[in-house]
T-cell receptor, first 111, second 113 residues
Framework: EAQVTQNPRYLITVTGKKLTVTCSQN?????MSWYRQDPGLGLRQIYY???????DKGDVPEGYKVSRKEKRNFPLILESPSPNQTSLYFC??????????FGPGTRLTVT | QQQVKQSPQSLIVQKGGISIINCAYE??????FPWYQQFPGKGPALLIA???DVSEKKEGRFTISFNKSAKQFSLHIMDSQPGDSATYFC???WGGGADGLTFGKGTHLIIQP
């Protein structure tokens, strides 16, 4: 089954404790991206990657890091999480940037 | 700067009625306009999309109307059903999607039985 998977689905952590949210796709897509979804703000792009070893900032990259060492994986790293990063995070992939397939989401709470 | 403005924020429609959600964009370089549907606890799923070379695209009960001169596009859901109750997002992209999608803020649609 073609899909984008994210882990964990739910995470509660404390300020400053480094964490990684994994994202994997099995569709051989070149393009992958991360979004955060907040009430009243819709979805905002954090980072995207057009292929292995190629990443670029989206609209809200501050406080996040990404890496793309393999085509199928695109982890999101929060080096020092803060409460304002409490959000619902989605990973997405596509053959190009257009028809993006979204993962199920990761709900992160930073206390 | 919000590049895609979506309205209304919430919408209640009776079963069998027509649901209409509107979006306006600013960047004339946008060349792809999708609509996504999101159910609670799920990721957004592509519903229907249009390119600016056509003024309308229909897939089943869902239709996108596109007005290039006004820089507006809308989603029409005909014969709305309770199962259509969800949050709908319009989005826009350009240049082969290299910069990803710019989303509207979403419309929470409720179809009353």
């Amino acid at each position: 089954e073609a899909q984008v998977t994210q882990n964990p689905r739910y995470l509660i952590t404390v300020t400053g404790k480094k964490l990684t949210v994994t994202c994997s796709q099995n569709m051989n897509h070149e393009y992958m991206s991360w979004y955060r979804q907040d009430p009243g703000l819709g979805l905002r792009q954090i980072y995207y990657s057009m292929n292995v070893e190629v990443t670029d900032k989206g609209d809200v990259p501050e406080g996040y890091k990404v890496s793309r060492k393999e085509k199928r994986n695109f982890p999101l790293i929060l080096e020092s999480p803060s409460p304002n990063q409490t959000s619902l995070y989605f990973c997405a992939s596509s053959k190009q940037g257009y028809e993006q397939y979204f993962g199920p989401g990761t709900r992160l709470t930073v206390t | 700067q919000q590049q895609v403005k979506q309205s209304p924020q919430s919408l209640i429609v009776q079963k069998g009625g027509i649901s209409i959600i509107n979006c306006a964009y600013e960047n004339t370089a946008f060349d792809y306009f999708p609509w996504y549907q999101q159910f609670p606890g799920k990721g957004p799923a592509l519903l229907i999309a249009i390119r600016p070379d056509v003024s309308e695209k229909k897939e089943g009960r869902f239709t996108i109307s596109f007005n290039k001169s006004a820089k507006q596009f809308s989603l029409h859901i005909m014969d709305s059903q309770p199962g259509d109750s969800a949050t709908y997002f319009c989005a826009a992209s350009w240049g082969g999607g290299a910069d990803g999608l710019t989303f509207g803020k979403g419309t929470h649609l409720i179809i009353q039985p």
